[in-house]
């Protein structure tokens, strides 16, 4: 039984709360193993992955932010927005690798941006 609009979750409220705070979780765009879906979509689980990577490596490794590596991280988003908005507005069709892609590189640019503002405003 498949159902392109049919939702990840079981619980309709558990699934709602998800899909606006964390992630849409549609099947067609999600990562499975057999018939199990991963918890987020392909995007989301690249972003959460490279993201909780560097906070892993900069838990060893002192970073000391600047404009450029700050500009750089602002530039790593720029592809998952142009995937996910060209998408969005119905220029084309991306794929679960392109949305892997895209999201670890963005995750990257996240993890930095949100490390740099901690390390601006508590250092
Ligand atoms: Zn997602």
């Given at each position: 039984m498949?159902?392109?609009?049919?939702?990840?979750?079981?619980?309709?409220?558990?699934?709602?709360?998800?899909?606006?705070?964390?992630?849409h979780r549609l099947p067609e765009r999600t990562f499975k193993i057999g018939k199990w879906y991963f918890p987020v979509c392909s995007r989301c689980t690249g972003i959460y992955i490279s993201m909780?990577?560097?906070y892993f490596f900069v838990y060893f490794v002192y970073v000391q932010y600047n404009p450029i590596i700050i500009t750089i991280a602002f530039l790593m988003i720029i592809p998952v927005l142009l995937d996910g908005l060209t998408q969005f507005f119905g220029f084309r069709e991306?794929?679960?690798?392109?949305?892997?892609?895209?999201?670890?590189?963005?995750?990257?640019?996240?993890?930095?941006?949100?490390?740099?503002?901690?390390?601006?405003?508590?250092?």
């Amino acid at each position: 039984m498949k159902n392109k609009n049919s939702k990840v979750a079981t619980n309709n409220h558990v699934d709602s709360l998800l899909k606006v705070f964390i992630c849409h979780r549609l099947p067609e765009r999600t990562f499975k193993i057999g018939k199990w879906y991963f918890p987020v979509c392909s995007r989301c689980t690249g972003i959460y992955i490279s993201m909780f990577s560097y906070y892993f490596f900069v838990y060893f490794v002192y970073v000391q932010y600047n404009p450029i590596i700050i500009t750089i991280a602002f530039l790593m988003i720029i592809p998952v927005l142009l995937d996910g908005l060209t998408q969005f507005f119905g220029f084309r069709e991306s794929n679960n690798a392109l949305r892997f892609t895209t999201g670890l590189i963005a995750g990257l640019g996240l993890g930095i941006l949100f490390k740099a503002m901690k390390w601006i405003l508590f250092s």
